[in-house]
């Protein structure tokens, strides 16, 4: 149903009762300013200070790890029974100003944990990534039924810990190859109790992980997910399997549903192999977004492409989506919100960095840390610079990490 008199300031009310100011929706990026023994920095306060102030209705944490034991990449944050709650609590009330929501994203990385992180890491079923990524990645070990129920009660309890802490909400995070991802996947969960095989024991995890968390928080405090459309991968999620997960969500009752797409062997989050017409939309996801908004009246955000307004306005008013998740943009630019906003004919242009060597970008996984160092930079007070060069970031990133700097974290 499209919706002409909708504007990216328009308010919207969750069925909690939340109200969320705008349209704009920070989507969850790494930020790797996590301590050595995985609590949040200063500098995450100062970041999310600066995005609330810049205009975003509802800001998502990057993805905060359930367990010690289960990181996807060095820097992670962890939120468990032995964090300290204070330093939480001020990133909270930094991402709370100007009147935003704040929401933190859960998740555990199951197999996609780097080998230099953990020697034998865990998945629904004993099968190693693809794609070249066996090289960096160990193949997991099952989980056993006892440790499936730990995990389900560890999303639990960080989403209780999340609430304690003063944030207005959580995600699971159930996209991007993750645990919940592996579980939903015909490829990655050969299981046959009754976490695998049919589509419907295939997504009791996180229909578990749902139900632990809302007797954890009460009725009154949102739960979100973040889902693939699909894993594109031959075997995998596909699009089909997602809108029936979709479908089980919403009469479970979840309050918000982020669409997003492919993992760490085929990151279609990226925009890897986006067709020139989705490439136009500015949004990758959309097609899939208006079938699923004709089978649930869940509140849903699509993220990944979006650059200008007039093609949020578009998405919006389709009746496709109900909010429009932005990343890069807002890691280049903390006041993208507040300028879409005053204009929403405003657009900003996004240049790819590069050192000029293939080879080297792809070794300094280039796309990615220098967005990284963006972060850092407003986390440590400075603004984000447009022309920051990739071999400054390559030097940076060596320096940093060390031996470790260029070792496959993520796709």
């Known amino acids: 149903m499209t919706q002409p008199s909708l504007s990216l300031a328009s308010s919207f009310t969750l069925s909690n009762g939340q109200i969320i100011k705008n349209r704009l929706f920070k989507s969850a990026m790494s930020e790797q300013l996590g301590t050595k023994g995985h609590h949040p920095t200063d500098g995450l306060v100062t970041l999310y200070g600066r995005w609330a102030n810049g205009g975003i209705g509802l800001s998502m944490t990057g993805n905060i790890m359930i ?33 935003a929501q704040i929401w933190t994203q859960l998740n555990h990385p199951g197999k996609q944990i780097p080998s230099f992180l953990n020697k034998t890491p865990v998945s629904p079923s004993a099968i190693a990534l693809g794609k070249g990524l066996e090289k960096g990645f160990n193949t997991p070990r099952a989980l056993l039924e006892a440790e499936i129920l730990e995990i389900i009660q560890q999303f639990a309890t960080s989403a209780r810990l999340s609430k304690d802490a003063g944030f207005t909400g959580v995600q699971i995070h159930g996209a991007h190859g993750y645990l919940v991802s592996q579980f939903l996947s015909p490829r990655h969960n050969t299981r046959d109790d009754q976490w695998g095989g049919s589509l419907q024991n295939r997504m009791r995890f996180v229909l578990s992980v749902y139900e632990a968390i809302r007797e954890q928080v009460g009725d009154d405090f949102p739960i979100g997910i973040k889902l693939n459309s699909a894993d594109f991968m031959k075997g995998g999620f596909s699009e089909d399997d997602s809108m029936e997960v979709v479908q089980a969500l919403a009469n479970a009752g979840i309050n918000l549903i982020e669409i997003s797409g492919g993992t760490y062997e085929s990151p279609s989050m990226m925009g890897k192999g986006a067709k020139q017409s989705t490439i136009d939309r500015e949004a990758y996801f959309l097609d899939y977004m208006e079938k699923v908004r004709k089978l649930v009246d869940t ?25 429009v998740g932005l990343a890069r943009t807002v890691a280049i630019d903390t006041e993208f919100p507040n300028k879409l906003l005053a204009d929403d004919r405003y657009s900003m242009t996004l240049s790819n960095p590069s050192t000029g060597s293939r080879a080297m970008d792809a070794m300094a996984m280039i796309g990615i840390t220098w967005y990284e160092q963006q972060l850092a930079r407003i986390a440590n007070g400075k603004d984000p610079k447009a022309n920051l060069s990739a071999w400054s970031v390559v030097a940076k990133t060596l320096l940093g990490a060390g031996f470790y700097a260029f070792k496959k974290r993520r796709a």
Request: glycine share 12%; aromatic share 6%.
């Open 299 to 323: 509140p849903l955000v699509v993220t990944g492409g979006f650059r200008s307004g007039p093609a949020m306005l578009e998405a919006l008013q389709s009746g496709a989506t109900d909010f």
């Open 67 to 99: 367990s010690r034991t289960a990181l996807g990449e060095p820097k992670n944050v962890v939120l468990d029974e032995h964090s300290d709650l204070e330093i939480f609590k001020r990133w909270a009330e930094a991402g709370k100003q100007n009147g």
